[in-house]
């Protein structure tokens, strides 16, 4: 099947306005990463489901930052209150299982204004 | 933690010579190694891992890389570039510990293959 989707894959937001961006994992991956990719840098890690249960989330810059994955297959990255400094492409990965291959999707590209 | 440095932001090199793209890491527990390449406005996709086993690991497009854990480097090598592989190159590691394990990420190595 298909490999991971994300969508929007471009947003546009005014600073202080929510924000949700949409993974969906290649269908049966156990595990679910999401990562943030500013200008110019490597993707650094937020945070990691396994399932539905979010095991990782150390890599989250700040409480405005919240992710879930409610089923254990779609999962929402949602920015409340954005700031310019949000701005970066936000990438998901989907794997089999835990330290098996990460599948990269395309990315999400935000442009907080 | 682990850490990785790519040691080059950018390499230009000719059309069908070879070329080494650099990378180092730090870990305090053994790790997995990979390399990605990103072409413009596209995800990451895979080159090749190492997990265990050979040092010397071959992976798509003609590219290969050697572990070397005495000096902590996973350097990538093609021995004849193409136009095409002109693209972002990221070097990652991720513990072997077992837990979460993101990837953690080099800065990357801007590849300009020049005609």
């Known amino acids: 099947g298909a490999g991971v989707s994300q969508s929007p894959r471009y947003k546009v937001a005014k600073r202080g306005q929510d924000v949700a961006l949409r993974c969906d994992p290649i269908?049966?991956?156990?595990?679910l990463f999401w990562y943030q990719q500013a200008l110019g840098q490597g993707p650094e890690f937020l945070t990691y489901?396994?399932?539905?249960?979010?095991?990782?989330k150390s890599g989250l810059p700040s409480d405005r930052f919240f992710a879930e994955r409610p089923e254990g297959s779609v999962s929402t990255l949602k920015i409340q209150r954005t700031q310019q400094e949000d701005s970066a492409v936000y990438l998901c990965?989907?794997?089999?299982?835990?330290?098996?291959?990460?599948?990269f999707g395309p990315g999400t590209r935000l442009l907080v204004l | 933690a682990q850490s990785v440095t790519q040691l080059d932001s950018q390499v230009p090199v000719f059309e069908e010579a070879p070329v080494e793209l650099r990378c180092n890491y730090s870990s305090s527990v053994s790790v997995y190694l990979f390399w990605y390449v990103q072409y413009p406005n596209q995800g990451l996709q895979l080159l090749l891992k190492y997990l265990s086993g050979s040092t010397l690991v071959k992976g798509i497009n003609g590219f290969e890389a050697e572990f070397n854990k005495s000096q902590t480097s996973f350097h990538l090598r093609k021995p004849s570039v193409h136009i095409s592989d002109t693209a972002e190159y990221f070097c990652?590691?991720?513990?072997?510990?077992?837990?979460?394990?993101?990837?953690?990420f080099g800065k990357g190595t801007h590849l300009i293959i020049q005609p």
């Open positions: 269908s049966g991956h156990v595990s």
């Open positions: 990965a989907s794997s089999l299982v835990l330290q098996e291959t990460q599948y």
């Open positions: 489901f396994q399932n539905e249960a979010q095991l990782d």
């Open positions: 990652a590691v991720s513990g072997r510990g077992g837990g979460a394990d993101g990837l953690t």
